[in-house]
């Protein structure tokens, strides 16, 4: 039996959201089903009433997990930076389950709340590493690649341009109270209870708190060289790996911009246990007579490009009666009471209706509450989620062309792309559909995609056998 140790960021107990933990999961259930043995450290949960960090340990059906409580890498914290290079308490516990389990394999999947050090120890060891890229955090703190002007960030100056920029802006104290929050009181009895209360509450927080204290300038900035010695490490480590799994060839080609160009770089969209709950749309039922409705699905941050979608629906003034607009999914409540507030009367007239969150098991309602999806990323995209999701359901997409947004969206067949940030030419798109109403039904048929995830883990355990043989020679 193949044991595998995976390295990651909580379980989908605490961190409830994200396609990173969902994949995770689904993956280590599907190995497990496939005759794998797994192992799972992580990052977790923040323990107010201890000053040490150490590990639990507990099981679920299909994985066995060392949970790292307080770990001194704070996710989203700027001074905790350091720790991404190397940081000894998580490494002296990353060896002793190294010695306890002594894995075949290693599949990183995230280092957020660890450390880029495991990724040499591993290597040192003599285990077979496999890394798993889901976003842009070994190039860059703040994940996106974005740099202060909202610029893709093609040079950081060799760490110059990280210290001017205001990178992972939290603040440490509350990174370990949201922890504790998440993993100590959310799932208790009193705090679902309270749990209506405690989202109110972290939007306040989200609201006021955020910009006042953690977008300024931070009191102690660090070395550039800092940055420089976080960037060398992650580039040199990953070419060592045995192997990388990127989420699309967009992601691939932007590492390799940076050099990373390990030959065992592999190429596979992400899966989602969620995929098995969405079944096709029945073209004939879409459009309803009407009005053609538009969806967007996701976080509602500046980078996924809602505001496009505002600006856009107020293009369309003179078509308001025949056409909605619903945006499902929270995010940043600043970003959002921004728009509400300055703009509210233009929302309404733009037929916009803000929907709120939903939850993994409403996501076929979701899709088929909407005609066509609108994903206007304004950043390098790695590899959506719900663009999975919108072609398992047939939903015609329009879509921004970057990232690897455009490796699912095939103009003029599933959907349409148009330039990022481009509100005139996602408005003309929009038009489209809801002049030709019969199209919508037509993009739906000609949209044919299948997933099959039993399927992936078998690839995936290849690529570890294969890797172990190659560092083995055997």
């Not at 992972?168 to 993993?183: A, E, K, Q, V």
């Not at 003179?318 to 499902?328: D, E, P, Q, S």
Request: aromatic share 12%; proline share 5%.
């Amino acid at each position: 039996m193949l044991k595998v140790l995976h390295v990651g960021w909580w379980t989908l107990e605490y961190r409830k959201i994200g396609g990173i933990p969902i994949h995770v999961e689904t993956l280590m259930k599907y190995l497990h089903k496939h005759g794998c043995e797994n192992v799972y450290f992580c990052g977790g949960r923040y323990n107010l009433l201890s000053k040490s960090v150490y590990l639990k340990k507990w099981t679920k059906p299909y994985t066995k997990i060392y949970e790292l409580v307080n770990s001194p890498n704070i996710v989203c914290s700027y001074e905790s930076t350091p720790t991404h290079i190397q940081c000894e308490p998580i490494e002296k516990l990353f060896n002793k389950v190294l010695e306890i389990e002594k894995p075949d394999v290693i599949h990183f999947h995230e280092l957020e709340s660890l450390t880029g050090s495991l990724l040499t120890i591993a290597r040192l060891k003599n285990i077979p590493s496999i890394v798993g890229v889901h976003n842009y955090w070994y190039l860059c703190p703040q994940i996106e690649l974005i740099d202060v002007n909202r610029q893709k960030c093609n040079d950081f100056l060799n760490g110059e341009k990280c210290v001017s920029c205001v990178v992972i802006p939290l603040n440490s104290r509350f990174g370990r109270i949201y922890g504790m929050y998440g993993g100590y009181f959310r799932n208790t009895f009193i705090g679902k209870i309270f749990e209506p209360i405690a989202i109110k509450l972290y939007k306040l927080v989200n609201k006021w708190y955020y910009p006042l204290f953690n977008t300024a300038e931070p009191e102690k900035k660090l070395p550039s060289s800092i940055f420089l010695r976080r960037r060398q490490l992650f580039v040199d480590e990953l070419n060592k790996a045995q192997a990388i799994i990127f989420p699309s060839e967009r992601v691939k080609e932007i590492y390799a911009e940076h050099q990373v160009t390990n030959k065992n770089s592999i190429v596979m969209h992400p899966i989602n246990i969620n995929y098995l709950r969405i079944k096709p749309k029945d073209p004939s039922l879409h459009p309803k007579p009407g009005k053609i409705i538009f969806g967007y699905i996701g976080r509602i941050v500046k980078e996924k490009g809602v505001h496009v979608i505002v600006d856009a629906a107020r293009m369309l003034e003179n078509y308001k009666n025949r056409f909605r607009v619903l945006i499902f999914g929270g995010g940043d409540e600043l970003y959002i009471s921004e728009y509400i507030s300055q703009s509210k009367e233009e929302i309404v007239k733009s037929n916009i209706e803000f929907k709120g969150r939903y939850s993994p098991g409403e996501i076929q309602k979701v899709l088929s509450s909407i005609d066509v999806a609108i994903v206007p990323s304004i950043w390098e995209d790695c590899a959506p989620i719900v663009l999975n999701e919108l072609r398992l359901s047939k939903t015609p997409i329009i879509a921004s062309r970057i990232g690897g947004i455009p490796e699912a969206v095939e103009h003029g067949v599933n959907g349409f792309l148009f330039e990022p940030g481009n509100a005139e030419e996602l408005a003309h798109y929009m038009k489209y559909f809801i002049e030709n109403p019969q199209e919508v039904s037509k993009f739906m048929e000609r949209t044919n995609w299948s997933f099959d995830i039993d399927k992936y883990a078998e690839e995936t355990i290849e690529i570890y056998k294969t890797a172990i043989a190659k560092l083995h020679g055997s």
